[in-house]
């Protein structure tokens, strides 16, 4: 019976150092690129930089995060949020192990991971998580 606390213990401790070490390695990730733009080009980068967007006149945000690449697999969330902050688009990629997130809210139709259609004037945040840590936060306006 000694036996088999101790085997359990060591095992409880095993796993907590393993997701110890988890959280660090999502803690260490390094941001390189974190924007809003109006688009991106053929190969998926950023046309621009641009961070206040007009609902007539835009057709949409885009979204785009790089990280250096490690090959490594994460969990990644993007969430929306509008400037009363009602959750508006959510992104939930499991198992990640690309080193780009690209997502989009439009501003005539809803996409997949799109809630509601913005419609509201203001300023409007993005939350970036990689496992459960809050890596980043974006801001951009919305105008008429």
Not at 89 to 117: A, E, H, P
Request: charged letters at 25%; glycine letters at 6%.
């Amino acid at each position: 019976m000694v036996n088999l606390k101790k085997f359990i213990l060591a095992f409880v401790i095993v796993l907590l150092t393993f997701f110890s070490a988890m959280d660090t390695l999502w803690a260490n990730t390094r941001l390189n690129t974190l924007l809003t733009t109006e688009g991106l080009n053929r190969e998926g980068i950023p046309i621009t930089f641009k961070n206040e967007f007009s609902l007539s006149d835009d057709r949409g945000v885009q979204y785009y995060v790089e990280w250096d690449a490690d090959g490594e697999k994460r969990d990644v969330k993007v969430k929306w949020f509008d400037s009363r902050d009602r959750l508006i688009n959510s992104l939930t990629l499991k198992g990640f192990s690309d080193n780009i997130v690209r997502d989009y809210i439009s501003f005539s139709t809803k996409n997949r991971s799109q809630v509601v259609i913005p419609k509201d004037t203001g300023t409007y945040s993005i939350y970036l998580y990689i496992g459960e840590e809050l890596i980043g936060i974006s801001k951009f306006r919305i105008i008429k």
